[in-house]
């Protein structure tokens, strides 16, 4: 049986099946339940300083090769989170933040508190693409993923990984500036600006109009940017987007990639979706004769 094991920025995983953040880890309860079906790891929702609604319905619709979405970082606010992280707490895997604020000092005081709660890493959320004055807004430009990140790295001694948005010029610019304010890994992609039109009612189908493109459409866009990003950074990638079988996961690890987040197919398979990805990714290395998960980061680069 190949060795599935991986290490990402100190985290031991024992696979490399993280679950993203805002796909089924809306409570402490469901991000356990991840943990328990075999994810290695599990990522919060992203949560700011304040309660927030998030969008009017509807906020998901379904399109070739996935979906979009506009949930609009709907959470409770850092303060009531605590109660959901005890219970995602007890399986005893690593629980990873994720947050999301205006500033970098929003930034820094809710990964104090993300740290207290007892999360084994926090993740950075720069790079929601539907949310004004947030998310991509910021990480879009390089000084300032590289004031926030530098912001959080001073304020918590816990590995910090920045989630990047693909819609830039280059994505190696945005990457380089996460590492230079400190970034322990870099999380590449979150879901691209999108939207769907309702030919009947002439509107868009979302209620905020616009939202974020995620499943294996976007796959592509996420193996790109991963490869770019492996050649700019010596930092550790976690890959994103569209991975919905083992071999999925095996690209994204070929261009660089040491660990991978899955969301949109979570919301099909559920409790089978991290089984299936390790039981797929395993008979992937065996029938190529790869020992381990490992050994794949960085392959696809060897002609370089
Ligand atoms: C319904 C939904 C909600 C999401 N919420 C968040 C979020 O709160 N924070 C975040 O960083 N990413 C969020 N994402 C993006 C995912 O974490 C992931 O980066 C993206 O969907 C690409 O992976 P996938 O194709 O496997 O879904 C969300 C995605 C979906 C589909």
Request: net charge positive.
């Amino acid at each position: 049986m190949a060795d599935l094991t991986v290490d990402v920025a100190g985290l031991r995983l024992e696979n490399p099946f993280i679950l993203a953040s805002g796909v089924w880890g809306e409570t402490g309860a469901t991000l356990a339940r991840a943990l328990r079906a075999g994810a290695a790891a599990v990522v919060t929702k992203s949560v700011g300083l304040r309660p927030r609604p998030g969008y009017p319905n509807p906020t998901i619709v379904e399109v070739p090769s996935g979906l979009i979405n506009s949930m609009g970082l709907p959470n409770p606010g850092i303060e009531e989170y605590g109660a959901e992280m005890e219970e995602a707490l007890r399986p005893g895997r690593p629980v990873i933040g994720s947050i999301f604020g205006a500033t970098a000092g929003e930034f820094a005081a809710l990964a104090r508190r993300m740290e207290r709660w007892g999360v084994s890493a926090l993740e950075l959320n720069l790079s929601c693409p539907h949310a004004k004055g947030l998310g991509a807004q910021l990480g879009q430009d390089p000084g300032t993923t590289k004031r926030i990140t530098a912001a959080v790295k001073a304020a918590v001694d816990i590995p910090v990984f920045v989630k990047l948005t693909p819609t830039v010029a280059s994505i190696a610019a945005i990457g380089r500036a996460a590492a230079a304010g400190g970034a322990d890994a870099l999380v590449a992609i979150n879901t691209l600006k999108a939207m769907a039109i309702d030919l009947d009612l002439c509107i868009p189908v979302l209620g905020h109009g616009t939202g974020g493109y995620s499943g294996p459409g976007i796959k592509p866009v996420g193996v790109a940017c991963v490869y770019e990003l492996f050649k700019a950074v010596r930092v550790p990638l976690i890959g994103a987007g569209g991975v919905s079988t083992g071999e999925d996961a095996a690209e994204y690890l070929m261009a660089g990639a040491t660990a991978l987040e899955v969301g949109t197919l979570v919301l099909r398979k559920r409790d089978r979706t991290f089984r299936q990805l390790s039981r797929e990714l395993a008979r992937f290395l065996a029938s190529r004769g790869h020992r381990s998960a490992r050994s794949l980061t960085g392959r696809a680069h060897r002609g370089d």
